[in-house]
């Protein structure tokens, strides 16, 4: 279930992780008020998307987005992704001001190396969609999350690594595509990271977001691992909504609750 605000001040579209899905962000509409229409999407291959081929190619995968999206609201729009989500964030919001001709009015990258540190990493693996389940498995297990019995279905590899090799894939071939038309952002971008997250350890994995905007540039850090979009939701939301507030001096907000768990 997720709470959509017909009077809301402010769209957030919200990027999952790679293997994610939408539901990652179920509850945020709740928490984060009826000032914010909260509208998680899902990829090609994911969540209710499930049906479709999953995209290894930045330019068939935006386009579906662009697709999914269709007219951009009146009011104005902000972009968050955690993970393999905040390149989808970045890529779209270059997309959706080629489109449009509008940008997002910030952008959250949360738990993900910047793309300008991901040029300088020469050792970046391209092997995601024709190496081994096994080191599918071990990839996996060194990032966290997927529960090991899991990781031990057969079944459940069976369905789930295709979308995965094709999120890995995308991950390891972002090459700040956009940016190579030396054309940054204009919006605010805030870097959230992990005490406890790999990604998160070195400080210009994160900090390096800065070069993706002219304008300004915010790192917050929260307790967990990799996954802490999970394990500290509400942590997180609360900082989200106190980055989006200040943008937007007439809506009228409380202060975001813990998000709840939500059947359906």
Not at 231 to 245: C, E, N, P, V, Y
Request: hydrophobic content about 45%; proline content about 8%; overall charge negative.
């Amino acid at each position: 279930m997720y709470a959509r605000h017909a009077g809301a001040a402010l769209t957030l579209y919200c990027l999952p992780y790679a293997g994610g899905n939408a539901s990652t962000y179920r509850g945020w509409g709740e928490a984060l008020g009826p000032w914010v229409d909260c509208v998680p999407l899902d990829l090609p291959g994911h969540g209710r998307l499930r049906a479709k081929p999953a995209h290894s190619a930045w330019p068939a995968l935006i386009e579906a987005l662009l697709d999914e999206i269709g007219t951009l609201p009146a009011r104005p729009f902000a972009l968050f992704g955690h993970s393999m989500g905040a390149l989808v964030a970045l890529e779209l919001a270059h997309a959706l001001r080629e489109r449009h001709g509008r940008e997002p009015l910030w952008l959250g990258a949360s738990a993900c190396v910047a793309p300008r540190e991901r040029e300088l990493d020469t050792g970046r693996e391209t092997h995601w969609l024709d190496c081994s389940p096994a080191e599918m498995v071990t990839e996996l297990r060194r990032l966290g999350g997927t529960p090991d019995e899991l990781l031990a279905d057969a079944e459940f590899l069976d369905l789930a690594l295709p979308a995965l090799r094709a999120d890995f894939h995308l991950c390891a071939s972002q090459v700040r595509r956009a940016r190579a038309r030396s054309i940054c952002l204009s919006c605010p971008i805030w870097a959230f990271g992990g005490v406890d997250d790999p990604v998160s350890e070195r400080n210009d994995n994160l900090s390096a977001w800065c070069h993706e905007t002219t304008g300004e540039f915010h790192r917050r850090m929260l307790e967990g691992g990799h996954f802490f979009v999970e394990t500290m939701r509400a942590q997180l939301i609360s900082k989200i909504a106190t980055a989006l507030q200040p943008l937007m001096p007439h809506a009228c907000a409380a202060p975001p609750r813990g998000a709840p768990v939500v059947a359906g």
